[in-house]
């Protein structure tokens, strides 16, 4: 059964900077494409971030471009997304999810199998 597990969520003030990490259990990790997408209050899940198996495919939500950096550790089954020069409107709930079989762009929540539970992120003004 495939588990992924995000971490390192938290407060943080405007302009400040927070690293999450997503670890998966399942031996065929580092054939997933990984994304992180994040829910704010009373919206919709949104894409962030996707990065294919072997990082030569990233893409970004234009909301976060430049600011945020996602990488993964196939070695380590783990997932990061390095958040920088973070904004209020940041502020979410952030999920880490696996594709097995990539296929799209991987800007759509449909195209995942798996998903973490989440981690919060609160950025104050």
């Known amino acids: 059964q495939v588990q992924l597990v995000e971490s390192g969520g938290g407060l943080v003030q405007a302009g400040g900077s927070l690293r999450l990490s997503c670890a998966a259990s399942g031996r065929t990790f580092s054939s997933w494409t990984m994304g992180w997408f994040r829910q704010a209050p009373g919206k919709e899940r949104e894409f962030v971030a996707v990065?294919?198996?072997?990082?030569?495919?990233?893409n970004y939500a234009g909301s976060v471009k430049g600011r945020f950096t996602i990488s993964r550790d196939n070695a380590k089954n783990t997932v990061y997304l390095q958040m920088n020069s973070l904004k209020p409107e940041d502020t979410a709930v952030y999920y880490c999810a696996a594709d097995r079989q990539f296929t799209g762009r991987g800007t759509s929540l449909y195209e995942y199998d798996y998903w973490g539970q989440g981690t919060q992120v609160t950025v104050s003004s």
């Open positions: 990065i294919n198996w072997d990082s030569n495919y990233l």
